[in-house]
C-alpha cells in the first residue's frame, strides 16, 4: 500500500513539473509571438534569402539549391537561438526578471529548456519551410531517410547556438547583447559558407571557417547529402560538441560571476 | 496548456510531411531492379572468358541466368529471338576521368562499367551510392584523388587536391582517400626523362611507401608511368598495375619478366596516346554502328583534323604512338594482362565511344578479338574485387549488349549495338530524344525588354573560369551605350592566369542545364553588333556531346561593328545540336568591356 502511494506521489510530482516546464515553455512562446519585430524577421529572413540566392538566383541546377537548403537551414536555426538567448537573456537579467525566476520555486533548468524548445519551434517552421521550397520550387531530390536526417540534425544543432546565446547573453549588458549577437552572427554565416558555398571563399577563409560552429554543423547537414568537405565527419561533430562544452562552461562562469558573486 | 498541444502536433505534421517530399528517382535509389523477366533464345553468348551457344538465357530481377530461374513464367511477349545475334558483357573503361555526365555518356556506347583514375572528389562522393544498381548510367569505380607530388602531374586542373612529398605522409594519404571511398589508390611516378615536362614527381621511396600503405588498406595500388624506367620502378615498388603502357622506348625483356614475376597488369591506354601522338582517325568507325550514327559531326571532323600536317607534329609525336602499339603488343604476347582502357575525359577521348576506338586499336597490336573482349569485360577481375564484373554467369548483373553483329570477325562490331543492358533493363538514351530540336526563332536578343532574359526566357550570364577555380572575372548588366535601340549588354572582366585555359564573357544557353541542343540548320548565320575594347575575341559554340567548345575569332573596336558568322563557313560544326554561344575575351587580354547587341540567327 505504502508503496504504492509512494509511486502515486511520485508520479503526481513529476506530473506537477512537468506541467510547470510546459507553462513556462508556453510562456516562453507567447512572449516571442508578442515581439513581432523579433519573430518576424527569425523566420521570414532565412525563407526569403533562400528564395533569393538558393531558389531565383542560383545557376548552379540542383545540387546547388540542395547545398543552399542545407547551409540556409544552419543560418535559419541560428537566428533564433542566438537571438532568443544572447538577446533574450540579456535583457531579462538587466531587468531582474533572470533574479525573479531564480528565486522562484521552479528549477532554473525549466527556464532554459523552456526557451531552448521556443527556439527549437522557430526552426521547425524555418526548416519545414525550407526543406518544402527545395523540394517543390528547386526540384530537390532525397531519399526519405535524407530528408529527415537533414531535418534531424538541424533541429538538434540549435544546441550549440543556444550554448553560445546563452553565454552572451549572460556575459554582456543587454544594450549591447543586440550588437554583438548581430557581430558574431551575420560574419560566422558568411565565413562559415552558408550565404555561399565555402568552396567559393579563398583559401585561407575557407580554414578560418573552422573556428565557427555553424561551419561543423553545415558540413554535417551538407553530409547527408554528400555535398560536405573531404573531411572525416567524426571531426566535425567533435568540434561541435567540444564547442557546446565550452560555450555552456563559459555560461556556467558567467552565471556564477553575474549571480553567485555579487 | 492547449497551445503547447498545438506546437507538439505541429511538429509531428511537420515530421510526417516530409515523408511525402519527393524522393530520388530510381537513377540513385538502393532498391534493388525489377525490371521485366525477358529471355533470349538461340543466341551466341561471351561469357567474359568464352564464346557459347544456349538455346535460352533468362534475365529476371536485373540478373543473368543460363537455367530457368524459380518461379519463371513464360511470356512469349518478353523473349527475344537470339539467331545473328551475338550478346556480350558491357564494356568497361578500366582508365577514365568522369564529371558531369560522364556515366551517362558512357553507357550510351555500351560501357556499362567506368573505372575512373581522378576526380574531384565532390564527384566522387555524389556517385558512390549504390551505382551497382543504376539503370541509366555505368556503374562507377574510383581512385578519387590521385596520390602525387605537390606540384606534379594531376595538380594543374584548376582545383586543390591533397599531395604528397615524403614517404612518412603515405600511410595517413592512403588513409584519407579509404575513408573518402576510393576503391583503389593511383600513384603519378615519373622516372626522370626528356618526357618529363615541367612536372615534379614523388620519389622512389614515396612510390613503395604508397603502394606498401594501400596494400596494407587492402586496396590495389596502380601507378601512371610513361617511361619504360619508371616502370620498372613502378613493378619493383610492387604495383599491381600500370594505367599507360610506356611509350619512351621499346619493352625489353627485363620488364617482361618484372611484369610476369609480380603479376602486373597493364592498362595500355593506346587510345590517349594516339591523341597526344595526333595520330587520331576515325577508320575504327563501323559504317551505321552506335559511334557513326551518335558521335557528332563535330567531333568526327575533330578526329580527322588531327591527322592533318600540324606544325608541331614531329617524329617524336609519331614514334610515341607505334612505340606504345609495339610494347602493348610485346607484353600481351609475353602473356601479361592487358586491360582495355581509353583516358576518356582527355582531348578527343571520349566517354563511351572511345572504348570502341581502343579495342580496335588492341587488334592493331594483333591481340586476337575474344582476348580483346576479355581485356574489357571478365579481366577487370585483376583489378578490381567484384564478383561477378564483366561476367555473363548464373546471377550476375545483366549488363550485356546484344550485337547484330559478330565482334569476333572484326573487333568493330562491338559498335553494332542493338540494345544496352543496364541490369536488365534496355537502356534508352534520352540524349537522342532530346537531340536536334529545330530552333525556329530569330532573335535571341536586342536587350530592348531591359532585362538579361530574353522572350524565349534564355538568359544571358557572366561566364568565366572562375567556375572551375580560376581567377578570371566576368560581369553581365545592361547598358543605354548601345550599337542601336535603348539597350544592350555590357560584358566586362579580366582574363588572369590559374586556370589551364582560361575564359572570361557572357553566355546564353539553350536550356538552363544544358540538357537540349537545338538545330540551327534551318539558319544561315548568327549576327550581333558589337563594339567596346580593341582586340581579338571568341564565339564559343557549345555542341552536344563535344568536350570542348568550338571557337571563331572575331574582332572589337571601339566603334560598332556588325559581325555575321556564316554558317556555311565552318562546315566542321555541327549547327544541328547547339547548346550554348559565349562571347569571350582572348586568353592575352586583361581586362575588357563590350558591348553586345542585336544578336540574332538569320
Known sequence: ?262 | MKNIYLVVTIFIVSIISLLFLPKQENLQSDKPNNGENLSINNINYFDGSNWKKAEKIWITQGKFYTSKPVNWTDNTDNEINGKDLFLIPGLIDHHTHNWDNALQEALSFGVTTQVDMFTHIDFLKAQKKSLSKNNIQASFYSAGTLATSSKGHGTEYGFTIPTIDSADMAEQFVKERVSEGSDFIKIVYHHESPYYGHFTSIDKPTLKALITAAHKFNKKAVVHISSLQGAKEAVLAGADGLVHIFHDQLADEEIISLMLKHKVFVIPTLSVIQSFAEQMDHSFILQNGLIDKNVSKTQKQAWDQVLLPQVNQSSKHVNIFTTALENTQRLYQAGIPVLAGTDAGNPNVLHGASIHNELYLMSLANIPADKILQSATMMSQLFLDEQFLGQLIDGAPANMLLLSKDPQTDIRHSQAIKTIFKNGIAFNPKAEEQASNSWGHKLLSDFENNSLTNEQALSFVATSDSMMNGNSKAEVLLTDNTCDGQFGLRVSGEIKPGFPFPWSGALVSFSKDWSKSVSLNSHRSLSFSVKGSEGDYRLMVFIAKTQRPVEIPFTISQSCLNIDIAFSEYPTIDWSQVQAFAWVANKTSNSFEFVLDSIQLN
Not at chain 1, 519585430?37 to 548552379?60: D, E, V
Not at chain 1, 544552419?74 to 526578471?97: H, M, N
Not at chain 1, 553545415?218 to 564547442?243: E, G, K, N, R
Open chain 1, 1 to 262: 500500500m505504502n508503496t504504492f502511494n509512494l509511486k502515486e506521489k511520485r508520479s503526481s510530482y513529476l506530473l506537477h513539473q512537468m506541467r510547470v516546464l510546459m507553462l513556462e515553455w508556453r510562456n516562453e512562446l507567447a512572449q516571442i509571438v508578442r515581439s513581432p519585430s523579433f519573430a518576424i524577421p527569425a523566420l521570414i529572413f532565412p525563407i526569403m534569402f533562400y528564395g533569393f540566392f538558393g531558389l531565383i538566383f542560383n545557376k548552379t541546377g540542383t545540387q546547388g539549391t540542395g547545398y543552399l537548403m542545407a547551409t540556409y537551414g544552419v543560418f535559419g536555426i541560428i537566428g533564433p537561438a542566438l537571438f532568443s538567448f544572447g538577446v533574450g537573456i540579456s535583457t531579462e537579467k538587466d531587468q531582474g526578471w533572470l533574479a525573479i525566476k531564480l528565486s522562484s520555486p521552479m528549477p532554473i533548468s525549466f527556464y532554459l529548456i523552456a526557451k531552448i524548445l521556443s527556439a527549437m519551434c522557430f526552426s521547425v517552421i524555418i526548416i519545414t519551410s525550407l526543406l518544402f521550397m527545395a523540394a517543390f520550387l528547386g526540384g530537390v531530390r532525397l531519399e526519405t531517410s535524407q530528408w529527415l536526417l537533414t531535418y534531424l540534425i538541424l533541429l538538434i544543432g540549435n544546441l550549440p547556438f543556444c550554448g553560445l546565446g546563452l553565454w552572451l547573453g549572460l556575459s554582456l549588458k543587454s544594450n549591447a547583447a543586440p550588437a554583438v549577437v548581430n557581430l558574431i552572427y551575420l560574419p560566422m554565416a558568411f565565413l562559415s559558407g552558408l550565404w555561399i558555398p565555402i568552396n567559393f571563399l579563398p583559401e585561407a577563409i575557407q580554414w578560418l571557417a573552422w573556428i565557427f560552429p555553424a561551419y561543423h554543423l553545415a558540413q554535417i547537414v551538407l553530409s547527408v547529402q554528400q555535398l560536405a568537405q573531404p573531411f572525416d565527419l567524426t571531426i566535425h561533430i567533435i568540434a561541435l560538441a567540444v564547442m557546446t562544452f565550452v560555450f555552456i562552461s563559459l555560461a556556467i562562469r558567467a552565471f556564477r560571476f553575474s549571480f553567485l558573486n555579487r
